[in-house]
């Protein structure tokens, strides 16, 4: 048998049969969950209740201290236990970091260190320090290949750090077009000329073992220092230059090694006394 029975929260008319008595239902007004109550006990055709019929709007938000039913208040459902996705995503990239940092640290940590060492080169006639094992034609940042120049250096990895020297044999002084300065002068035009060459920062008169030479410092298209030495002696113009991407003015290590730079070939004959270049 249907009945007509009022939502204890909100008051809303509800249906109920017998075989409903005692099970949860859900009000379609106010969606609070109660379970269905007993049939009202009054004669057919009487009217119902009041305490049965649905209250005035404004009654919900009166005060209904008096009323004696239980009330059942509608709760949400609890959020799911456990992470979201976006922690797992944040997981994920933070292991991914971890692990670039280590690989690239270790792979660091296995670069060999410097080991510097005094090189000496019987073809070239020239002797200087180096901080790892020679290599042979390697390529000079900023300065054009001549198949008749032979190259001789090294590389070290953990500052990314090049270190060459270049040896070309040269037409004796008294064959030659140009004086040493007029070759030098030529030299440093065709560096700033250069594409590859962002800027000259100086060029100064040095001498390197008695012999005229030329010391240029500039800024290579990668971003880096070098600095690039000309000596020209009466049988070989030498190229001497160290530097890298992250090499800045006044490093130590390229200073060594331009300073270590002597010429040692048995056949040049020492120039006598040169005037020394401030």
């Known amino acids: 048998m ?36 007993e049939p009202p006990l009054f004669e057919q055709g009487d009217p119902y209740p009041d305490s049965d019929r649905r209250p005035e709007r404004e009654s919900r938000a009166g005060d209904r201290d008096d009323d ?6 509608f709760r949400r459902p609890p959020p799911p236990r456990g992470f979201g996705p976006l922690f797992w995503v944040a997981l994920i990239l933070g292991v991914l970091f971890l692990g670039t940092c ?26 200087v ?3 790892a094992p020679v290599k042979k034609d390697m390529p000079i940042p900023g300065v054009k290949p001549d198949p008749n120049t032979k190259v001789e250096g090294t590389i070290h990895w ?24 007029g070759m030098f002068d030529e030299m440093v035009r065709d560096m700033k000329s250069d594409p590859e060459i962002t800027r000259v920062v100086r060029n100064d008169k040095v001498t390197v073992s008695g012999w005229p030479a030329r010391e240029v410092e500039y800024l ?22 160290a ?23 048995p056949l040049v004959k020492p120039p006598g006394k040169f005037k020394q270049f401030p």
Not at 158 to 181: F, I, K, N, Q
Not at 220 to 241: C, M, P, S
Request: with cysteine; proline share 9%; glycine share 10%.
């Open 243 to 265: 530097g890298g991407r992250f090499v800045r003015p006044n490093a130590p290590n390229v200073r060594r090694f331009l300073d270590s730079f002597e010429v040692a070939d």
């Open 158 to 181: 953990r500052r990314g750090e090049v270190y060459l020297v270049s040896h070309t044999t040269m037409p004796p002084a008294r064959d030659r077009a140009l004086t040493e300065e």
């Open 129 to 131: 320090d180096l901080p």
């Open 2 to 37: 249907a009945f007509k029975f009022n939502c204890p929260e909100c008051g809303t008319s509800t249906i109920g049969t017998d075989a409903s008595v005692g099970r949860d239902m859900q009000c379609a007004s106010c969606h609070a969950t109660f379970p269905v109550p």
């Open 220 to 241: 290579f298209e990668d971003g880096g220092t070098y600095v690039g030495r000309f000596v020209i002696t009466d049988r070989k113009l030498y190229v001497i230059v």
């Open 102 to 127: 280590a690989c690239c640290g270790g792979g660091f940590a296995l670069l060999p260190d410097e080991k510097w060492n005094r090189h000496t080169s019987p073809d070239g006639g020239y002797a």
């Open 68 to 73: 004696p039913r239980p009330r059942r208040r």
